[in-house]
């Protein structure tokens, strides 16, 4: 099993910034891919950013404003918000695609808790 921790949330200003940590923890053999999703009330869960490998992908929404790395020393992913707007105000949580054994052919996936990030002045 894989726990996932996030931190980094909080209330921040139009324009401003802020920095998701994830790390993962637990017994698992190898990671594939990591990356956020957020979901504001009354909407779906929809995906920010993933990253796998050296590959990063973005919804069109964040392009160009937020900025998903990986430190795969830490089995940490973070995501860099910058130029926040109103309507990144949601729950974002963390994920991870990743081997429950040495033999295992298929991912399982692991979900954080979520962290609350509130942009408004």
């Known amino acids: 099993q894989v726990q996932l921790v996030e931190s980094g949330g909080g209330l921040v200003q139009p324009g401003g910034s802020l920095r998701l940590s994830c790390a993962a923890s637990?017994?698992?053999?190898?990671?594939?891919?990591m990356g956020w999703y957020r979901q504001a009330p009354g909407t779906q869960r929809e995906l920010v950013a993933v990253?796998?490998?050296?590959?990063?992908h973005y919804a069109d929404s964040v392009k160009g404003r937020f900025t998903i790395s990986r430190d795969n020393t830490k089995n940490a992913v973070y995501l860099q918000m910058n130029s926040l707007k109103p309507e990144d105000t949601a729950v974002y949580y963390c994920?991870?695609?990743?081997?429950?054994?040495?033999?295992?052919?298929?991912?399982?996936?692991?979900w954080g808790q979520g962290t609350q990030v509130t942009v408004s002045s």
């Open positions: 994920s991870a695609n990743y081997r429950s054994s040495p033999t295992s052919i298929t991912y399982a996936s692991a």
């Open positions: 990253t796998r490998g050296s590959t990063a």
């Open positions: 637990g017994r698992f053999f190898g990671i594939d891919s």
